[in-house]
């Protein structure tokens, strides 16, 4: 039973993450639909989001495994 609630912890953390870039790429998707001239500024900005989307996550990987409980 020991470090199981950190584990489900990380599980419930990964919804953010995860519901967040689905909304940064269909955000995407949705601003090159309509523009598609604006596509490289659009794509830069969104790499940038899903980086720290991301970064998010690997930094609750970390804790999750770091801090006893």
Known sequence: MEGSANLIGLGLAAIGPGVGIGLIFA???SGVARQPEAQSRLQS??????VLAEALYIITLALAFVLPL
Do not use: H
Request: zero cysteines.
């Open 45 to 50: 900005i969104a790499i940038l989001g899903f």
């Open 27 to 29: 955000a995407f998707i």
